[in-house]
């Protein structure tokens, strides 16, 4: 059993599994700072310096003792939280189809295989050429 998670885990597949799970995490970390730091202030800039971050509804006012504790935290719906998300994963989806886009040109294009024979029409076509004679 030992030898055979041995086998297991120096396999090809899970090493490259891994490899794969941790170019994501840094990939995802560059795409995620390209996001916030690149991007984000420039929709920001063309909707007028608004944040959706801080956009809420709010359903149910805190409650706030003499003392000034929070007796019942605010209730509200952050919709401009999940705006943010929607334009992150928009824009992260962009960027992934770039990066993937430009992989592929790189890689050379495959030729498909030459014929190994007539194929069954020109087969056919013989036969009835030579039926006719």
């Known amino acids: 059993m030992f030898k055979e998670f041995k086998d297991f885990i120096t396999g090809g597949n899970v090493i490259?599994?891994?490899?794969?799970?941790?170019?994501?995490?840094?990939?995802?970390?560059?795409?995620?700072?390209?996001?916030?730091?690149?991007?984000?202030?420039v929709v920001g800039h063309f909707t007028g310096g608004t944040d959706f971050a801080d956009k809420k509804i709010i359903l149910d006012e805190a409650v706030v003792d003499a003392a000034g504790a929070v007796v019942s935290?605010?209730?509200?719906?952050m919709w401009g939280s999940w705006v943010n998300t929607i334009i992150n994963l928009i824009i992260v989806g962009?960027?992934?189809?770039?990066?993937?886009k430009a992989y592929n040109k790189t890689k050379?294009?495959?030729?498909?295989?030459?014929?190994?024979?007539?194929?069954?029409?020109?087969?056919l076509m013989e036969i009835r050429d030579a039926l006719k004679k």
């Open 73 to 77: 935290p605010e209730n509200s719906i």
């Open 94 to 100: 962009l960027v992934m189809f770039m990066i993937v």
């Open 16 to 41: 490259e599994f891994a490899v794969a799970v941790i170019m994501a995490g840094a990939i995802g970390a560059v795409v995620t700072g390209f996001v916030n730091n690149v991007v984000m202030p």
């Open 108 to 123: 050379k294009p495959v030729e498909a295989p030459a014929p190994a024979g007539p194929s069954d029409n020109d087969l």
